[in-house]
Structures are given as structure tokens and as C-alpha cells.
């Protein structure tokens, strides 16, 4: 599976888009970007997940790059409900394992 | 819609102590079943999964075995115990097209 690479950490106000990135410059043809998000203490939660076309679903929008070498996730109207850390994954269909990196913790501000 | 249930939500166990930790899945037939492990500070790791009655694959090798006697059904268990299974389980399930979904855990701290 490609490596992924994300920020730390980000902040975001309430009430304003959140778009966190996510870089996969290994990808290969035929590896889907996949975005979790965990909660504290939850198990994580699947948000999105796309190939090279743009999707959107009632969580999220997914942005991916011509070349599918980046990916940003955006939340178009942040809530305090959507502190948590954000895992980009990137791996093919039929694949078993999910691999989680570290992920960015992201902080919403009232 | 698809439910999935992992109990107990929290378990304290005394070194060398069996384990088991069971998880069901409601609302899909023959899915994917995903045993993960989440150290504290650390991201997840797979441990095992199964795509069928009796199929169980390791990903890692512990301390810990998995079973799955019912199609729904996916069992984590231990003969003996270690400081280091501590630990945040999660199970996980996947059906057809669909992504792999996560159930809320059960966090072991073992003494």
C-alpha cells in the first residue's frame, strides 16, 4: 500500500470549511484514497473515499489531484462535533488491511 | 442497515488471565470480519481477519488467537494474558463494495 503523508495537527473555527491534506505520491493505479476520522475513545468512523474523481457524500467533500499524487478532505461547515484525528488511506479495492498512520488531529474552535 | 456490537466496552484482567472478546454483526450476510488492535499513542493494527465460518488469517504474531464460529460472529481470545496486550480492540466488518466499518471498541488494561 502507498505511504501516506498528513499534518499533525490543524485548528479550524467553527463554522468555516475545514480542508485537511493529505499527500500519496506513491499511489498506484489502482488504490482508492480512503478517509476515516476517530473520536476520542470511538472505534474510527468511515467518512469518504474515491479513486480520481472528486466526491462528495452528506459528511464530507474529497478532492484528489490530476495525478492522484494529493488528496484534501474538506468539512464544509465545521462543528465542535468534528474534533477528532483524520486518517488518509490509501489502498487497493480488495485489499484486507487498512493501514492507519498517525493521522491529523484536528481542533475545532468555538 | 448494517449494526455492529463489541462487548465488553471496557475490561480490566490480571496478568497470565484468559481473554474473550466477542463482536456480532447484524443487517448483512457472509461479511469480511476484522480483529484490530490500537496501542495507547500508536495507530491500528491488524490482527486478524476472516472472510468466512471457520477462516481466520494472522496478520501478526502474539499472543492472541481469533475464531469466528457463526457467520456473524467473531471471537478474540487469549489463554494467558500480557502487560503488553493493552490495548484498544476493535472489530471491523466489510460486505461487498462497501468500506470497512468499525465497531466502538473495548478497551483491556491489563495489571
Known amino acids: 500500500d502507498a505511504k501516506t503523508t498528513q499534518p499533525t495537527s490543524m485548528d479550524c473555527a467553527e463554522g468555516r470549511a475545514a480542508n485537511l491534506p493529505c499527500n500519496h505520491s506513491?499511489?498506484?493505479?489502482?488504490?482508492?484514497v480512503y478517509w476515516y476520522r476517530q473520536i476520542h475513545s470511538q472505534g474510527p468512523q468511515y467518512i469518504i473515499h474515491?479513486?480520481?474523481n472528486n466526491e462528495t457524500n452528506e459528511m464530507a467533500s474529497l478532492i484528489i489531484t490530476e495525478d492522484r499524487k494529493s488528496s484534501t478532505l474538506i468539512l464544509p461547515h465545521a462543528t465542535l462535533r468534528d474534533t477528532a484525528v483524520y486518517y488518509c488511506?490509501?489502498?487497493?479495492?480488495?485489499?484486507?488491511?487498512?493501514?492507519f498512520g498517525q493521522g491529523t488531529r484536528l481542533t475545532i474552535n468555538p | 442497515s448494517q449494526t455492529i456490537h463489541q462487548w465488553p466496552a471496557t475490561l480490566v484482567q490480571p496478568v497470565g488471565s484468559p481473554l474473550s472478546l466477542e463482536c456480532t454483526v447484524e443487517?448483512?450476510?457472509?461479511?469480511?470480519l476484522y480483529w484490530y488492535r490500537q496501542a495507547a499513542g500508536r495507530g491500528l493494527q491488524l490482527l486478524f481477519y476472516?472472510?468466512?465460518?471457520?477462516?481466520i488469517s494472522s496478520e501478526v504474531p502474539q499472543n492472541l488467537s481469533a475464531s469466528r464460529p457463526q457467520d456473524r460472529q467473531f471471537i478474540l481470545s487469549s489463554k494467558k494474558l500480557l502487560l503488553s496486550d493493552s490495548g484498544f480492540y476493535l472489530c471491523?466488518?466489510?460486505?461487498?463494495?462497501?468500506?470497512?466499518?468499525f465497531g466502538d471498541g473495548t478497551r483491556l488494561s491489563i495489571l
Open positions: 471491523a466488518w466489510k460486505s461487498g463494495e462497501q468500506p470497512q466499518h
Open positions: 506513491t499511489i498506484s493505479g489502482n488504490e482508492y
Open positions: 474515491g479513486l480520481k
Open positions: 488511506i490509501v489502498t487497493s479495492w480488495g485489499a484486507q488491511k487498512l493501514v
Open positions: 443487517g448483512t450476510s457472509n461479511p469480511n
Open positions: 476472516s472472510v468466512g465460518i471457520g477462516q
